[in-house]
Nanobody, 113 residues
């Protein structure tokens, strides 16, 4: 079964950078469409970025120009590079396999001085 596992979260100061990883296993070499969501305390989960099997990408307006989603095929890993982080980026970030609607457990990002 396909399984996404996130890593790379942590504490960073405003203006700093982090790169999250979503390692995908069990996909038998298939390149899958993947998106990143985030959920801040007390708020609904929101879509952050999407990457298709052909590497087309799309971003939420709140992160355009600051976040970049990209992938490696071997191993199959989807990354979310986050630059110029703001306190409002603080959230749990989740990797989601669109086709099979599978979610990782999330990784926490805290942006604070």
């Amino acid at each position: 079964q396909v399984q996404p596992v996130e890593s790379g979260g942590g504490l960073v100061q405003p203006g700093g950078s982090l790169t999250l990883s979503c390692a995908i296993s069990g996909n038998d070499g298939r390149i899958l469409a993947v998106d990143w969501y985030r959920q801040a305390p007390g708020k609904q989960r929101e879509l952050v970025a999407v990457i298709t099997p052909s590497n087309k990408t799309n971003y939420a307006d709140s992160v355009k120009g600051r976040f970049t989603v990209f992938r490696t095929d071997v191993p199959d890993t989807v990354f979310l590079e986050m630059n110029n982080l703001k306190p409002e980026d603080t959230a749990d970030y989740f990797c989601h396999i669109i086709h099979s609607n599978l979610w990782g457990r999330g990784t926490q990002v805290t942006v604070s001085s």
